[in-house]
């Protein structure tokens, strides 16, 4: 009959109407300013560049190669490449970004630029309290802002970090070696016919940077 | 009538009660200059409708949202106050101070007597609302008929809204509300003429006059009547569909025309719309008590000593309830069903209502009349639905190029 439709739905809703006043557990919103969620793991928002030691000048792994700024779909990485070389972290001499701004109202979050970097420079974060009341300067973050020490990335996502930290000591420790048997292949013999197969990971990208 | 009402009543504690309205009023006005007597006794009525309409307003809009919240098992707002219920003051200081914002390429002037319009004739009609025993700013004798003739004037005003604000989106709204409110105009009136048929006048204060009394404990409300009854369900889906809201709210559907005839609206103007929304709701929910539910008599007869405006205002408030409840249960209709339901379902049935009301009007009383009134509604009821229903039938849709 016509209205039984109309009639079952409205008892619905009032039971939802009244089962939300006696168990609690109908009530799924979390009062967020003062409750909150833990965050997933995986979470992300904005990027941030990873730097190694206790000075962010210095230990900045970013080498200024501007892969991530072509990279970007919506444009929102800045870099500006140094005419000079600094040692990095550990000790080498590498370029460094004179310049390095994202700006995060324009960013999407889409973390390419962590895919692309061949560093593991940039990381995502996972802050999301960022509004402000300057939208220009508040929102275009310069390096100063973006640089965060490598504890911090442990802090976010301790997992991904342990994971790059580690592949990160094997590529060093294989620099190492093939440095040490370069060298001691040059002082004990005279240069063999044929060269390494294959040039170290690390050093190789950064000929291209 | 009043004056011999004031100095017959004030005597007895319960009528004082009762009349403590009146009573303030005559007090007020006997401290004016002769001249002004009258003016002043008008005015502070419309200052007294103009107030308590608008502060049930504020109580509906916190009411409506905590309401809902509850029933999607949500908490609604629960920041401002207690609970949230300083809400109502919140929206309004935000929609005073928000921008005001006029298209333009909008017919400016009236862009902004539509939202005027439209809560000055929401208001007007409770000029002949009875709110309580003698408190009825007009008793106009064809009081109805006003009712109906300034109800339409909204759909003035929603035109204007739709067409000055020239923005497709808006004209579509307007053209939608004008086509559902004339559809749902004629069973909202072929319905309530059972009323004056059984009353013989168009009278508010009349008509709830002919409602007092009880048979034992039952009262005399038209509402326990066969075709009082189907008067009154055909009256409220009526009201629904004139008052623009859910499940007949598609002039301002928000996922297909955004707001329909208000989008181009911000601000005060914004809130206007809001109000004049809702006092027609009032209006109308008004207009049904006093036709079906007995106006401003108790439901009871031991609790005729309550003051009639709080029995007024409770089956106010229970409509109320009652349109917010179907609101958080039934989704939006389509442009078809709701035509089809109009002039297929509605106008058919209110049309038998008429003939139902007739037939009771001159049979003698018993049970003989009972038992055809009530076969007189049933029946075409479950025809005319089985009909609604066949024709909604559905089949499983077959694409042909898009796999």
């Given at each position: 009959?016509?209205?039984?439709?109309?009639?079952?739905?409205?008892?619905?809703?009032?039971?939802?109407?009244?089962?939300?006043?006696v168990n609690k557990d109908r009530l799924t919103t979390v009062q967020y300013p003062e409750q909150r969620l833990p965050q997933a793991e995986a979470t992300r928002d904005f990027p941030f560049l990873v730097y190694d030691g206790e000075d962010w000048q210095a230990g900045l792994r970013c080498v200024g190669c501007q892969i991530c700024e072509k990279e970007c779909p919506p444009k929102c990485i800045f870099i500006e490449k140094s005419t000079d070389k600094k040692p990095d972290a550990v000790g080498k001499p590498q370029f460094y970004p004179a310049v390095f701004n994202i700006d995060i109202s324009v960013?999407?979050?889409?973390?390419?630029?962590?895919?692309?970097?061949?560093?593991?420079?940039?990381?995502?974060?996972?802050?999301f309290e960022l509004s402000t009341v300057d939208r220009f300067g508040g929102l275009l973050w310069d390096k100063a802002r973006l640089a965060k020490p490598n504890q911090h990335y442990h802090h976010v996502h301790p997992t991904e970090a342990a994971e790059v930290d580690g592949r990160l000591a094997e590529e060093r420790a294989k620099a190492d070696a093939k440095a040490k048997a370069a060298a001691e292949a040059k002082t004990s013999a005279p240069?063999?016919?044929?060269?390494?197969?294959?040039?170290p990971a690390n050093s190789g990208v950064s000929s291209t940077s | 009538m009043t004056a011999l009402a004031y100095n017959s009543l004030h005597h007895a504690s319960p009528q004082a009660a009762d009349q403590i309205f009146l009573i303030v009023q005559h007090w007020i006005v006997s401290h004016a200059p002769a001249g002004l007597q009258s003016l002043l006794a008008i005015l502070l009525s419309v200052v007294a409708i103009v107030g308590g309409f608008g502060l049930l307003f504020a109580i509906t809009t916190i009411l409506e949202r905590k309401g809902l919240g509850r029933i999607q098992n949500r908490y609604g707002p629960n920041r401002v106050g207690f609970f949230g219920s300083l809400q109502p003051i919140a929206d309004a200081i935000k929609s005073l101070t928000k921008e005001d914002i006029v298209p333009q390429t909008a017919d400016k002037l009236v862009h902004l007597l539509a939202p005027i319009l439209l809560v000055l004739a929401a208001f007007s009609v409770y000029a002949v609302l009875p709110v309580g025993r003698n408190?009825?700013?007009?008793?106009?004798?064809?009081?109805?008929?006003?009712?109906?003739?300034?109800?339409?004037?909204?759909?003035?005003?929603?035109?204007?809204?739709?067409?000055?604000?020239?923005?497709?989106?808006?004209?579509?709204?307007?053209?939608?509300?004008?086509?559902?409110?004339?559809?749902?105009?004629?069973?909202?009136?072929?319905?309530?003429?059972?009323?004056?048929?059984?009353?013989?006048?168009?009278?508010?204060?009349?008509?709830?006059?002919?409602?007092?009394?009880?048979?034992?404990?039952?009262?005399?409300?038209?509402?326990?009547?066969?075709?009082?009854?189907?008067?009154?369900?055909?009256?409220?889906?009526?009201?629904?569909?004139?008052?623009?809201?859910?499940?007949?709210?598609?002039?301002?559907?928000?996922?297909?025309?955004?707001?329909?005839?208000?989008?181009?609206?911000s601000g005060f103007k914004f809130?206007?719309?809001?109000?004049?929304?809702?006092?027609?709701?009032?209006?109308?929910?008004?207009?049904?008590?006093?036709?079906?539910?007995?106006?401003?008599?108790?439901?009871?007869?031991?609790?005729?000593?309550?003051?009639?405006?709080?029995?007024?205002?409770?089956?106010?408030?229970?409509?109320?309830?009652?349109?917010?409840?179907?609101?958080?249960?039934?989704?939006?209709?389509?442009?078809?069903?709701?035509?089809?339901?109009?002039?297929?379902?509605?106008?058919?049935?209110?049309?038998?209502?008429?003939?139902?009301?007739?037939?009771?009007?001159?049979?003698?009383?018993?049970?003989?009349?009972?038992?055809v009134s009530i076969v007189l509604v049933v029946v075409p009821y479950t025809l005319l639905g089985r009909n609604q229903m066949h024709k909604s039938h559905l089949e499983k849709r077959v694409y042909r190029f898009a796999e």
């Open positions: 009959m016509l209205g039984e439709g109309i009639a079952k739905g409205l008892i619905e809703t009032a039971r939802n109407f009244l089962g939300s006043y960013c999407m979050s889409c973390q390419i630029c962590v895919e692309v970097c061949p560093f593991d420079a940039i990381k995502m974060d996972t802050a240069p063999p016919a044929a060269p390494p197969a294959a040039p | 408190m009825v700013l007009v008793n106009l004798d064809a009081g109805v008929l006003f009712f109906f003739a300034i109800g339409s004037v909204t759909e003035v005003a929603v035109f204007m809204a739709g067409w000055s604000s020239r923005n497709k989106y808006s004209l579509l709204g307007a053209m939608r509300a004008i086509a559902q409110m004339i559809s749902y105009e004629v069973p909202l009136i072929l319905s309530s003429l059972t009323v004056i048929m059984a009353t013989g006048s168009l009278s508010t204060v009349t008509i709830v006059e002919k409602q007092a009394g009880f048979s034992r404990i039952l009262p005399h409300w038209f509402l326990f009547t066969p075709w009082g009854f189907a008067g009154f369900v055909l009256f409220m889906i009526a009201a629904t569909a004139e008052s623009n809201r859910s499940p007949f709210d598609l002039p301002e559907g928000e996922s297909e025309i955004i707001a329909g005839y208000y989008i181009e609206y809130a206007l719309f809001f109000l004049g929304e809702y006092l027609g709701m009032f209006a109308i929910s008004g207009l049904a008590i006093t036709l079906f539910l007995g106006g401003w008599n108790a439901p009871l007869p031991f609790l005729t000593w309550v003051p009639s405006y709080l029995w007024f205002f409770a089956k106010l408030l229970t409509l109320i309830v009652a349109f917010i409840w179907v609101r958080g249960t039934l989704p939006r209709l389509r442009m078809d069903q709701l035509m089809n339901f109009a002039w297929k379902f509605m106008l058919p049935m209110a049309l038998l209502n008429l003939i139902t009301a007739a037939v009771w009007h001159f049979m003698p009383s018993g049970p003989v009349r009972w038992l």
